[in-house]
């Protein structure tokens, strides 16, 4: 039995979803890491996380905040099929067909800011559509 390739389009989209679901979050927003981060120094964020993307001290609290950036690139698909029936007096047919996803970028951003107020952290917070 012969596969068009429109249903191996559809596999083919259908495996690629489920592989960008199933990515996992980056270390720094699990929340059990970031909770543990409470009540450390700040010096201890920059050992944990490293230099932070920015920083920002308002009225005695200072913000550490890391933002990261993931982008994934699907290829696309393009399938063509072609098929040609008949036989026993019932006539001949012939086609042609095909399927094409486009390539695509798919980016998300999130930023996760460490508030501290005497050099000890005391909460965090997570913005973005990555979280």
């Not at 390539?103 to 050099?119: G, I, K, L």
């Not at 917070?125 to 979280?131: D, E």
């Amino acid at each position: 039995m012969k596969r068009s390739a429109y249903g191996q389009g559809v596999w083919l989209a259908l495996g690629a979803a489920l592989l960008l679901g199933g990515c996992t979050a980056p270390a720094l927003q699990r929340p059990k890491v970031l909770n543990s981060m409470v009540g450390q120094s700040t010096v201890e964020v920059l050992r944990r996380f490293g230099v932070p993307t920015r920083t920002y001290v308002a009225q005695g609290h200072n913000f550490l905040s890391y933002i990261e950036t993931e982008t994934q690139f699907s290829p696309g698909y393009s399938g063509w099929d072609w098929g040609w029936g008949g036989g026993y007096g019932y006539g001949y047919g012939g086609g042609w067909g095909g399927i094409s996803i486009p390539p695509s970028y798919y980016s998300s951003t999130c930023q996760t800011t460490f508030e501290a107020v005497e050099d000890k952290v005391v909460g965090w917070k997570l913005y973005g559509g990555g979280c």
